[in-house]
């Protein structure tokens, strides 16, 4: 039988259905186990890793119960409660010079679990007394406490009246018989029993006051050493590139930088940047600052010598004092003090200072030489 057109593409989409139904079932058939298998796995890893978590938490248990029969009390009752009693009254009687009274103990069974001892220790003294008592109680390692601590005060006395409630254990396995624990405690935050005298400063009976802090006088900072009043400017030449530089020597490490106009400048806590450099001077523009400074030939960075001084009309009639982080300070300018370093430069021939006037002495007018002819 031949298909036309039509029935041919109908049987093929039946025969695509029919493929994927087919491997739909193939597919459900095969991921239902698996899923099941995936779901088996997780479960068994959750109850391994729980299993994990009780087994860690029960070695954990065993060595604190181990830890416990170490620091436990004699296993038999009466030699117990005599060695213990015995302990304690050494330590109230170290501890506590005015004296002290220790009540029988009491024993107090838990079921096949433990045993407890029950003591109160009557005392008097200071906190001092009191520190070291404890300290020495949980210096010890016994399976032991204080369950509860009564402080009053005794009138017209630094001395105060002390109802220490001590407690301890004793555990059917514990592997001692005839003596107490040899091991030191580990519940305390220094083994030194000076750390606590904090405790003997305190008064108990007020609101807490912090300490005042001591009355320290406050010392004058020691001046910084400046290295920038040791860097000189030694020269001013012309580059290579025809440019102008400046040769700035740094006496404190042997060092010569070359400088340009527009390359920062650091020397110490002095920064700054060259603005313009001449022929005899060169200036540095300083932060904060809206003129520049200016440092002639030969001079340093500070002017501690002919000075630093900033630009503009007043230039001249102004010395600065440049410090790190904030505006230079600027002085009113003096005579020059004596045996100052001259500045670099020539002196205008003819003038006051000149060697022709120094030999020829001030200009006369023309009375004055007739007169003396």
Request: net charge positive; proline share 9%; glycine share 8%.
């Given at each position: 039988?031949?298909?036309?057109?039509?029935?041919?593409?109908l049987?093929?989409?039946?025969?695509?259905?029919?493929?994927?139904?087919?491997?739909?079932?193939?597919?459900?058939?095969?991921?239902?186990?698996?899923?099941?298998?995936?779901?088996?796995?997780?479960?068994?890893?959750?109850?391994?890793?729980?299993?994990t978590?009780?087994?860690?938490?029960l070695?954990?248990?065993?060595?604190?119960?181990?830890?416990?029969?170490?620091?436990?009390?004699?296993?038999?009752?009466?030699?117990?409660?005599?060695?213990?009693?015995?302990w304690?009254?050494?330590?109230?009687?170290?501890?506590?010079?005015?004296?002290?009274?220790?009540d029988?103990?009491?024993?107090?069974?838990?079921?096949?679990?433990?045993?407890?001892?029950?003591?109160?220790?009557?005392?008097?003294?200071?906190?001092?007394?009191?520190?070291?008592?404890?300290?020495?109680?949980?210096?010890?390692?016994?399976?032991?406490?204080?369950?509860?601590?009564?402080?009053?005060?005794?009138?017209?006395?630094?001395?105060?009246?002390?109802?220490?409630?001590?407690?301890?254990?004793?555990?059917?396995?514990?592997?001692?018989?005839?003596?107490?624990?040899?091991e030191?405690?580990?519940?305390?935050?220094?083994?030194?029993?000076?750390?606590?005298?904090?405790?003997?400063?305190?008064?108990?009976?007020?609101?807490?006051?912090?300490?005042?802090?001591?009355?320290?006088?406050?010392?004058?900072?020691?001046?910084?050493?400046?290295?920038?009043?040791?860097?000189?400017?030694?020269?001013?030449?012309?580059?290579?590139?025809?440019?102008?530089?400046?040769?700035?020597?740094?006496r404190?490490?042997?060092?010569?930088?070359?400088?340009h106009?527009?390359?920062?400048?650091?020397?110490?806590?002095?920064?700054?940047?060259?603005?313009?450099?001449?022929?005899?001077?060169?200036?540095?523009?300083?932060?904060?600052?809206?003129?520049?400074?200016v440092?002639?030939?030969?001079?340093?960075?500070?002017?501690?010598?002919?000075?630093?001084?900033?630009?503009?009309?007043?230039?001249?009639?102004?010395?600065?004092d440049?410090?790190?982080?904030?505006?230079?300070?600027?002085?009113?300018?003096?005579?020059?003090?004596?045996?100052?370093?001259?500045?670099?430069?020539f002196?205008?021939?003819?003038?006051?200072?000149?060697?022709?006037?120094?030999?020829?002495?001030?200009?006369?007018?023309?009375?004055?030489?007739?007169?003396?002819?």
């Open positions: 039988m031949i298909l036309n057109k039509r029935e041919r593409i049987a093929i989409v039946v025969a695509a259905l029919l493929v994927v139904v087919v491997g739909w079932q193939v597919f459900a058939a095969i991921a239902d186990p698996l899923g099941q298998l995936r779901a088996q796995q997780l479960n068994l890893a959750n109850d391994l890793e729980r299993k978590r009780e087994k860690e938490a070695e954990q248990a065993k060595e604190r119960l181990e830890e416990w029969q170490r620091r436990s009390l004699p296993s038999d009752t009466e030699l117990a409660r005599e060695l213990y009693r015995g304690l009254s050494v330590l109230a009687g170290k501890s506590f010079s005015s004296g002290f009274n220790l029988r103990p009491v024993v107090t069974p838990r079921g096949d679990f433990y045993n407890k001892l029950h003591f109160v220790v009557h005392a008097q003294g200071t906190l001092d007394q009191l520190a070291r008592f404890l300290h020495g109680f949980y210096s010890a390692g016994h399976l032991h406490m204080v369950y509860s601590l009564l402080v009053e005060p005794v009138e017209k006395s630094g001395e105060m009246k002390f109802t220490i409630t001590v407690e301890a254990l004793i555990l059917p396995g514990a592997d001692r018989r005839k003596e107490l624990t040899k030191p405690g580990n519940r305390l935050a220094s083994a030194d029993v000076d750390a606590y005298k904090a405790i003997a400063e305190r008064n108990l009976f007020a609101p807490y006051a912090p300490p005042k802090p001591p009355d320290v006088a406050k010392a004058e900072p020691k001046p910084q050493f400046d290295p920038s009043r040791y860097a000189y400017a030694t020269a001013i030449v012309g580059g290579r590139d025809g440019r102008l530089e400046v040769w700035l020597r740094k404190t490490t042997d060092e010569t930088l070359t400088l106009e527009g390359d920062p400048l650091e020397v110490g806590p002095f920064k700054g940047m060259v603005a313009r450099i001449s022929p005899r001077e060169f200036e540095i523009r300083v932060e904060g600052e809206p003129k520049p400074y440092v002639a030939l030969g001079d340093n960075l500070r002017g501690t010598e002919s000075a630093a001084k900033p630009s503009g009309p007043e230039g001249p009639a102004a010395k600065p440049i410090k790190p982080g904030g505006p230079p300070e600027v002085k009113p300018a003096g005579p020059p003090e004596t045996g100052a370093r001259p500045k670099f430069g002196k205008r021939e003819g003038g006051p200072n000149s060697k022709m006037d120094r030999r020829r002495g001030p200009k006369k007018s023309r009375g004055d030489r007739e007169t003396e002819k």
